[in-house]
């Protein structure tokens, strides 16, 4: 009911500002846009294939960020609005596929399903406050873009700029609106078979700095709390060059300090993770590599909800996340319009683990393959309309093998 109130309150605001808004930036800045995905996804299990799940799905989303009107003393208010709604055309009805709700055992999935969104925007200088819906993009909290819909969240998110080239950030996240669900829920852990029905947290606290010292170094630190549950310290640094006068290096150091946090909701929580990458572009080419290793007496915590670590140099299905688990990563891209096919581009990702504690078995090894094709049509009528496939062949010692196709194509209509 919290939440419900705070929905209302916030959509009331947003259009009063849109009715009553005298600067013409709060019309003019103003960005709105319709966005299609058609996506099919299909996951076999190489040893239960009863537990196949996978759908068919058509998503639309309208997306309307407003510019900001100026009241006064310096202060500028602006609202956003995030409409999602997606409709099943086909799959199976037994087993969850995370895309679209399933309604319970026997029931199957459901037809279709959406979600409304809306966020209110403050800006003092280069100050911004924004409180209702959240899409992150930190160490500590990501959105996930990865299936239909997306996974967002609900809280308040504090971002300043008025120190040179340092960004300080300080957020509160209060709830969590899944992929496949279609209201915001308490925050709880990863932790099978309590994705979702676990014990919760009160909230999640975020403060994080980023410092860029130079054109090639930055570096940045971020500290989560998620109450009653676990505890996160980050530390990475990353740095840019040239090398000669085509090729490009990337390259970044990841440290996370995972413990558990207050009543220990999950008992207790011990990891510690560290990676290292590199890119190098040259041309139509980039080559990368990353190491990727687990200490401590814990997997690594994340929220439940199946909500990603990109942070992490070595994640995909296989997360690589599991106890004492060392990993590698390789992958190659190729774009293809050295070749004179413009908005073509395949990238291929090879990751393996090694030495991992499992389901209560050590030296557990596993690895992955990514395969992934783009392509956007990069001009005339259809500029814009995308298509990705990608192919997942994934190997375990300690569960079953399985394998992941995925098709999406995506269309954005600009107002």
């Known amino acids: 009911m919290r939440r419900q109130t705070l929905w209302i309150a916030i959509c009331v605001a947003a259009a009063t500002l849109g009715t009553t808004a005298t600067n013409a930036e709060f019309i003019d800045d103003s960005q709105v846009q319709l966005k299609f995905k058609n996506f099919y996804l299909d996951r076999q299990y190489a040893d239960v294939p009863q537990n196949n799940w996978g759908s068919w799905s058509q998503g639309i989303t309208l997306d309307a960020k407003s510019g900001y009107q100026d009241i006064g003393a310096g202060i500028q208010l602006g609202a956003d609005l995030l409409i999602q709604h997606a409709f099943r055309l086909n799959g199976r009805d037994n087993n969850p596929d995370w895309v679209i709700p399933h309604q319970g055992p026997g029931k199957g999935q459901k037809d279709n399903f959406g979600k409304v969104g809306a966020t209110l925007k403050a800006k003092v200088s280069q100050t911004e406050l924004k409180v209702g819906e959240l899409l992150p993009v930190s160490p500590v909290l990501v959105f996930d873009p990865s299936r239909?819909?997306?996974?967002?969240?609900?809280?308040?998110?504090?971002?300043?700029?008025?120190?040179?080239?340092?960004?300080?950030?300080l957020a509160y996240i209060d709830g969590i609106n899944n992929r496949y669900d279609n209201q915001f829920r308490d925050l709880t852990k990863f932790a099978p078979p309590a994705y979702d029905n676990g014990a919760a947290s009160d909230g999640m606290l975020i403060a994080g700095v980023d410092h860029q010292f130079n054109k090639q170094m930055g570096a940045s630190y971020w500290y989560?709390?998620?109450?009653?549950?676990y505890q996160q310290h980050y530390v990475g640094v990353n740095y840019k060059t040239?090398?000669?006068?085509?090729?490009?290096l990337e390259s970044h150091i990841r440290y996370f300090d995972n413990s558990d946090s207050g009543n220990k909701l999950?008992?207790?929580?011990?990891?510690q993770a560290l990676s290292a990458g590199a890119k190098v572009n040259y041309g139509?080419?980039?080559?990368?590599?990353?190491?990727?290793?687990?200490?401590?007496?814990?997997?690594?915590?994340?929220?439940?909800?199946?909500?990603?670590?990109?942070?992490?140099?070595?994640?995909?299905?296989?997360?690589f996340?599991?106890?004492?688990?060392?990993?590698?990563g390789l992958s190659y891209g190729y774009d293809f319009s050295e070749l004179g096919v413009k908005g073509l581009n395949a990238t291929a990702f090879y990751m393996m683990g090694f030495d991992a504690e499992a389901n209560g078995k050590k030296n557990q090894d596993s690895d992955e393959l990514n395969l992934i094709v783009n392509y956007t049509v990069p001009e005339g009528q259809?500029?814009?309309l995308g298509l990705q496939m990608m192919y997942i062949d994934a190997d375990f010692d300690y569960k079953s093998d399985l394998k992941e196709y995925r098709v999406a194509t995506t269309y954005t209509y600009k107002f």
């Open 148 to 169: 239909q819909l997306l996974t967002t969240y609900s809280g308040a998110w504090l971002e300043s700029k008025e120190i040179k080239d340092t960004k300080l950030t």
């Open 224 to 229: 989560a709390d998620v109450t009653d549950i």
């Open 242 to 248: 040239t090398l000669g006068e085509k090729a490009k």
């Open 266 to 271: 999950y008992g207790a929580i011990d990891n």
């Open 284 to 319: 139509a080419h980039t080559v990368g590599l990353g190491y990727q290793q687990m200490f401590g007496d814990s997997a690594f915590p994340t929220l439940g909800g199946w909500v990603p670590q990109p942070y992490l140099v070595n994640w995909g299905v296989a997360t």
């Open 321 to 328: 996340t599991a106890i004492d688990e060392k990993s590698v």
């Open 382 to 384: 259809l500029k814009g």
